[in-house]
T-cell receptor, first 116, second 114 residues
Framework: AQSVAQPEDQVNVAEGNPLTVKCTYS??????LFWYVQYPNRGLQFLLK??????LVKGSYGFEAEFNKSQTSFHLKKPSALVSDSALYFCAVRDYEDTGGFKTIFGAGTRLFVKA | DSGVTQTPKHLITATGQRVTLRCSPRSGDLSVYWYQQSLDQGLQFLIQYYNGEERAKGNILERFSAQQFPDLHSELNLSSLELGDSALYFC?????????????FGEGSRLTVL
């Protein structure tokens, strides 16, 4: 079965500094990888995805992610953090079912704190 | 606004009771997914429906059931409720059967079982 791991429960960064939120994956076959963000008392919002193609994927709100096949990683990055980026970030992988359906498996989440 | 609508937003009930959570997907989306989010279990996939048919199943308890209706809205039924069922229940939708598209989440239904 497919899985993702987010090794950090929390990441702290100062406003204006670059940020990285880490994710590693374990899949059989080609990975379909995603990042989502959750603000307090809200649903998850899609940020970006990797299906195939360029290893550097650009997404919403200035975020990008780098797919690294040799390291089985899909880290989320942003060159300059904003206080408003403070939220809960989830890495996710798409898992195929024999029934023809798909389920998205989410990591445990990483809480990002950006300090002014 | 994701376009996914969930009702009710908050629900408080007692152990042993039954509740129904409702979800309307984005216009045009054929797949509906249900997730449970709790502090100790994280975000757990429950079940997926595509165009009225069950397509994928996660760790959904036998006390829980779901269905997707011809108009594509979905309902999640939770019965014989226990304290541990207290959680945030999310519905998400996608345009396809889930191959490569992203999910669009509703705001969630917060269930409190007393």
């Amino acid at each position: 079965a497919q899985s993702v791991a987010q090794p950090e429960d929390q990441v702290n960064v100062a406003e204006g500094n670059p940020l990285t939120v880490k994710c590693t994956y374990s899949v059989s076959g080609n990975p379909y990888l995603f990042w989502y963000v959750q603000y307090p008392n809200r649903g998850l919002q899609f940020l970006l995805k990797y299906i195939t193609g360029d290893n550097l994927v650009k997404g919403s709100y200035g975020f990008e992610a780098e797919f690294n096949k040799s390291q089985t990683s899909f880290h989320l990055k942003k060159p300059s953090a904003l206080v408003s980026d403070s939220a809960l970030y989830f890495c996710a992988v798409r898992d195929y079912e024999d029934t023809g359906g798909f389920k998205t498996i989410f990591g445990a989440g990483t809480r990002l704190f950006v300090k002014a | 606004d994701s376009g996914v609508t969930q009702t009710p937003k908050h629900l408080i009930t007692a152990t042993g009771q039954r509740v129904t959570l409702r979800c309307s997907p984005r216009s045009g989306d054929l797949s509906v997914y249900w997730y449970q989010q709790s502090l100790d279990q994280g975000l757990q996939f429950l079940i997926q429906y595509y165009n009225g048919e069950e397509r994928a199943k996660g760790n959904i308890l036998e006390r829980f059931s779901a269905q997707q209706f011809p108009d594509l809205h979905s309902e999640l039924n939770l019965s014989s409720l226990e304290l541990g069922d207290s959680a945030l229940y999310f519905c998400a939708s996608s345009v396809d059967s889930g191959a490569g598209g992203e999910l669009f989440f509703g705001e969630g239904s917060r269930l409190t079982v007393l």
